[in-house]
């Protein structure tokens, strides 16, 4: 995630056909204090039925990827996965090839775990796409408090 800098805006909707990191915004500080869960959302993310799809999603503070504090200090969050099928309706046809979904997770313990401040705005988020030749569209990263 070297290189990566808050003033590269991320440009949605996105296809995810290679690694692509992400500056995400963290809610206020005055809504983390209180004691509630960071959830990372990615939202919209629109896969094809009929394909075997797969990402990892990684968190860094944006401090250490710019001062390069590199790859050991990014923590891995999870992982997103569709697998294929295919429904059919009465008419025999397939009820559209795309679904479009969301994935969450609670990223708290692992901001800690990773020394993201309280004062910290910013954390990068890495996806890192596990298959070839999908079709993967994603439109939008954010993180709320739940």
């Known amino acids: 995630m070297a ?36 959830v990372l959302v990615i939202e919209g993310i ?23 504090g590199g790859a050991e200090r990014t923590e891995r969050a999870g992982s997103f996965v569709s697998v294929p099928h295919k429904h059919r309706n009465r008419d025999g046809d397939d009820g559209g090839m795309v679904k479009k979904t969301q994935l969450r997770m609670g990223i708290s313990e692992l901001l800690e775990a990773l020394g993201v401040e309280d004062d910290d705005e910013d954390v990068v988020v890495k996806l890192v796409p596990r298959c070839d030749n999908v079709h993967v569209t994603i439109s939008g990263i954010k993180i709320e408090m739940e």
């Open 3 to 38: 290189g990566i800098s808050s003033s590269t805006p991320a440009i949605f909707p996105m296809s995810l056909y290679k690694p692509v990191a992400v500056v995400v915004a963290r809610p206020a500080k005055k809504e983390r204090e209180k004691e509630e869960e960071e």
């Open 46 to 68: 629109e896969v094809k039925r009929d394909e075997f799809v797969k990402f990892d999603v990684f968190i860094n503070d944006e401090d250490e990827v710019v001062t390069g």
